[in-house]
Protein backbone atom coordinates (compact mmCIF):
# COMPACT_ATOMS: atom_id res chain seq x y z
CA UNK A 1 0.00 0.00 0.00
CA UNK A 2 2.92 2.36 0.98
CA UNK A 3 4.56 1.94 -2.82
CA UNK A 4 1.45 2.62 -4.64
CA UNK A 5 0.65 5.54 -2.51
CA UNK A 6 4.11 6.84 -3.02
CA UNK A 7 2.52 7.15 -6.57
CA UNK A 8 -0.10 9.29 -5.68
CA UNK A 9 -3.20 9.26 -3.55
CA UNK A 10 -5.44 6.67 -4.09
CA UNK A 11 -9.05 5.78 -2.70
CA UNK A 12 -9.67 2.56 -0.17
CA UNK A 13 -11.41 0.70 -2.73
CA UNK A 14 -8.36 1.53 -5.05
CA UNK A 15 -5.85 0.22 -2.40
CA UNK A 16 -8.11 -2.52 -2.39
CA UNK A 17 -9.01 -3.63 -5.61
CA UNK A 18 -5.42 -5.32 -7.00
CA UNK A 19 -4.96 -7.08 -3.11
CA UNK A 20 -6.06 -10.43 -2.05
CA UNK A 21 -7.36 -9.19 0.96
CA UNK A 22 -11.02 -7.81 1.85
CA UNK A 23 -12.13 -4.45 1.97
CA UNK A 24 -12.35 -4.56 5.66
CA UNK A 25 -9.06 -5.70 5.77
CA UNK A 26 -7.34 -3.11 3.59
CA UNK A 27 -9.23 -0.49 6.67
CA UNK A 28 -7.81 -2.10 9.36
CA UNK A 29 -4.33 -1.70 7.61
CA UNK A 30 -4.81 1.93 6.85
CA UNK A 31 -5.91 2.64 10.37
CA UNK A 32 -2.40 1.01 11.68
CA UNK A 33 -0.50 3.08 8.73
CA UNK A 34 -2.72 6.20 9.90
CA UNK A 35 -2.01 5.54 13.42
CA UNK A 36 1.61 5.30 12.99
CA UNK A 37 1.50 8.66 11.12
CA UNK A 38 2.79 7.50 7.74
CA UNK A 39 -0.70 7.61 5.99
CA UNK A 40 -2.82 10.41 6.05
CA UNK A 41 -6.82 10.46 4.92
CA UNK A 42 -9.45 12.61 4.00
CA UNK A 43 -13.38 11.97 3.18
CA UNK A 44 -14.97 13.81 0.56
CA UNK A 45 -18.62 12.48 0.57
CA UNK A 46 -18.54 8.68 0.57
CA UNK A 47 -14.78 8.44 -0.66
CA UNK A 48 -12.11 8.38 1.82
CA UNK A 49 -8.87 9.16 0.08
CA UNK A 50 -5.37 8.22 1.49
CA UNK A 51 -2.07 9.72 0.37
CA UNK A 52 1.60 9.39 2.43
CA UNK A 53 2.18 11.93 5.08
CA UNK A 54 4.82 14.44 4.37
CA UNK A 55 8.36 13.56 5.55
CA UNK A 56 6.70 10.55 7.38
CA UNK A 57 9.55 8.27 7.18
CA UNK A 58 12.23 11.03 8.09
CA UNK A 59 12.91 10.03 11.67
CA UNK A 60 13.75 6.50 9.93
CA UNK A 61 16.32 7.78 7.37
CA UNK A 62 17.74 9.83 10.13
CA UNK A 63 17.96 6.62 12.34
CA UNK A 64 19.18 4.46 10.27
CA UNK A 65 22.11 7.41 8.38
CA UNK A 66 23.42 7.81 12.07
CA UNK A 67 24.05 3.96 11.76
CA UNK A 68 25.08 3.42 8.62
CA UNK A 69 28.84 4.36 9.16
CA UNK A 70 28.76 1.88 12.45
CA UNK A 71 27.53 -1.01 10.46
CA UNK A 72 29.73 -0.68 7.40
CA UNK A 73 32.75 -0.66 9.42
CA UNK A 74 31.53 -3.49 11.65
CA UNK A 75 31.00 -5.12 8.43
CA UNK A 76 34.41 -4.14 7.06
CA UNK A 77 36.20 -5.72 10.09
CA UNK A 78 34.41 -9.11 9.41
CA UNK A 79 34.94 -9.21 5.96
CA UNK A 80 38.42 -8.81 6.64
CA UNK A 81 38.47 -11.74 9.14
CA UNK A 82 36.83 -13.97 6.78
CA UNK A 83 39.45 -12.74 3.94
CA UNK A 84 42.45 -13.61 7.06
CA UNK A 85 40.93 -16.84 7.30
CA UNK A 86 40.44 -18.17 4.36
CA UNK A 87 36.88 -18.29 4.78
CA UNK A 88 35.28 -17.96 0.69
CA UNK A 89 33.26 -14.51 0.19
CA UNK A 90 30.03 -13.67 -1.81
CA UNK A 91 32.87 -12.73 -4.57
CA UNK A 92 34.29 -16.09 -4.81
CA UNK A 93 30.85 -18.09 -5.02
CA UNK A 94 29.27 -16.03 -8.39
CA UNK A 95 28.41 -19.16 -10.74
CA UNK A 96 30.72 -18.70 -13.88
CA UNK A 97 28.92 -16.74 -16.84
CA UNK A 98 27.52 -20.26 -18.67
CA UNK A 99 24.79 -21.83 -17.55
CA UNK A 100 25.16 -24.82 -15.36
CA UNK A 101 22.79 -26.66 -17.65
CA UNK A 102 24.92 -25.97 -20.69
CA UNK A 103 27.72 -28.41 -18.92
CA UNK A 104 28.51 -31.39 -20.22
CA UNK A 105 27.60 -34.32 -17.97
CA UNK A 106 30.75 -35.54 -15.76
Do not use: F
Amino acid sequence: MLERLGRGPASVSELARPLPMTLAAVGQHLRVLTGSGLVVTSKHGRVRTCRLAPDALAPAESWMRERRGTWETRLDRLGDVLIAAGTPTVTDNHPSDTNASDKEPG
